[in-house]
């Protein structure tokens, strides 16, 4: 296969990873990086055009308002319910799955693909995968593409001692050289599925294939584009990750996942040890934006910020491209409705925007549509899971915890619609 980049040509396997945008050339035409698309003609394309950065040129991470602000993954919180619920009351710039093993998708534990489920009003939407094996991101990317993901962020921050323990998550910062062996098979996953592989062919079990068209859902109305939804381009790679293991070692950690170009990386201001323990260390943050700088790749800081006001104080501090907001999401989706004041404040040096004031029963209302669409999609997961969601919402009014009390103990919707809709109906 000839390769083109910079307009010679290359014989070679594969294109370089630091090539800036490279076509692939056959007796049919070319295949551009850059607008991901086969030309017929290859005179027709000005291959002198541009610098823009390898793989990540057309990301949509290029097209996001900056700085970002978008919400953090959350296992066990953000499913696809809890994202659907923010999209539509705050509506954060990007939304990330929970993670999900690239194990279990691609030997057919969840042959449902419960885990990657998603819906149209999340967009900008990154599935958030973990795992140690290079091979089984490869297959993962395929699937992932197929699904119609924008995005693929990779874990490189999990603190859990099975995850960690076994290498994946938080445990691929000891091992910077399988961290960048799985960012290059990942890719390469993603190049592959765009210039037409079959993802029937790439060894998946047929019960995953199977499930593929029922994934996506469709709530509130939104349904997919079919031309934008047949289109193979590729999609960029992130990392999110934290400071270290048992100590801060993002100058050697960064550097080595910038030489394999991430369009994004998420750093999380704690070592693996603290786990959530202490504060978020944003100084540290404040050194790796200073090394991300100029490379191509963004920076997102993330790690306890609870309102508007410290998102703003936060990025102005560090010169971070944006934050992601974790637990503060829980109950409140409305936090995300400050985006545009946020970026407005740090363009500006305008004082930072004061949090949404949300009625208490505009919260129970949400919450109650929360369970509604949760109850709907729960599968073979009890009501009981809702009972977290529900107690978020019952906070910042007169007698919240007493009707938290309350609502930790239905069972049912039915006994929730008897205790919120008096309240919601007036
Ligand atoms: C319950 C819970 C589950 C989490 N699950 C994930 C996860 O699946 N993937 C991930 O990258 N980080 C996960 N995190 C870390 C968060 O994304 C985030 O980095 C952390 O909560 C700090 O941000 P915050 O202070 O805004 O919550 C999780 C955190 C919590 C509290």
């Known amino acids: 296969m000839d390769w083109i980049n910079g307009g010679k040509f290359y014989q070679t396997g594969q294109p370089e990873s630091n090539w800036d945008l490279w076509v692939k050339a056959d007796g049919a035409g070319i295949f551009d990086s850059g607008s991901i698309r086969w030309y017929d003609d290859p005179l027709k394309r000005d291959l002198s055009r541009g610098n823009g950065r390898f793989m990540n040129e057309n990301s949509f991470w290029n097209h996001l308002p900056q700085p970002i602000v978008g919400l953090a993954p959350m296992d066990g919180v953000t499913d696809a319910v809890f994202r659907a619920i923010t999209a539509r009351h705050g509506g954060p710039d990007i939304s990330f799955t929970e993670f999900t093993s690239v194990d279990r998708i691609v030997l057919g534990h969840d042959p449902d693909l419960s885990d990657l489920r998603y819906s149209e009003i999340e967009r900008p939407v990154i599935a958030q995968v973990f795992g140690t094996e290079p091979e089984a991101f490869y297959r993962a990317a395929h699937l992932i593409c197929e699904l119609g993901f924008d995005g693929i962020d990779i874990n490189m921050g999990c603190p859990s001692k099975t995850i960690a323990g076994a290498g994946a998550g938080a445990g691929l910062i000891r091992t910077p050289e399988r961290a960048r062996e799985i960012l290059q098979r990942t890719r390469q996953g993603i190049w592959d599925w765009a210039a037409g592989q079959e993802i029937g062919r790439i060894g998946l079990p047929a019960v995953v294939v199977e499930s593929i068209p029922r994934v996506k859902a469709c709530w509130f109305s939104q349904t997919p584009d079919p031309a934008e939804a047949a289109l193979r381009r590729t999609i960029p790679v992130s990392v999110k990750t934290r400071l270290g293991y048992n100590q801060v070692v993002i100058e050697d950690w960064i550097p080595s996942l910038l030489s394999e170009s991430p369009a994004a990386i998420t750093l999380h201001g704690r070592t693996l040890a603290q786990r959530y323990r202490g504060e978020a260390d944003w100084e540290a943050i404040a050194r790796a934006a200073e090394i991300v700088r100029g490379s191509g790749t963004l920076i997102l800081g ?125």
């Open 302 to 426: 993330n790690g306890d910020i609870r309102s508007a006001a410290t998102a703003v104080r936060r990025i102005r501090e560090t010169g971070v491209h944006g934050v992601l907001l974790g637990r503060a999401a829980m109950g409140n989706p409305w936090i995300f409705r400050t985006g545009d004041s946020i970026r407005t404040a740090v363009r500006t040096g305008e004082t930072p925007p004061a949090d949404p004031c949300i009625s208490p029963v505009e919260k129970l209302a949400v919450a109650l549509e929360h369970a509604e669409l949760f109850d709907r999609n729960r599968g073979t997961l009890s009501f009981r899971v809702v009972r977290k969601y529900l107690s978020a919402y019952c906070r910042g009014f007169k007698n919240a915890s007493e009707l938290r009390q309350r609502l930790v103990r239905v069972d049912t919707l039915r006994e929730l619609e008897a205790i919120l809709q008096p309240v919601v109906c007036g």
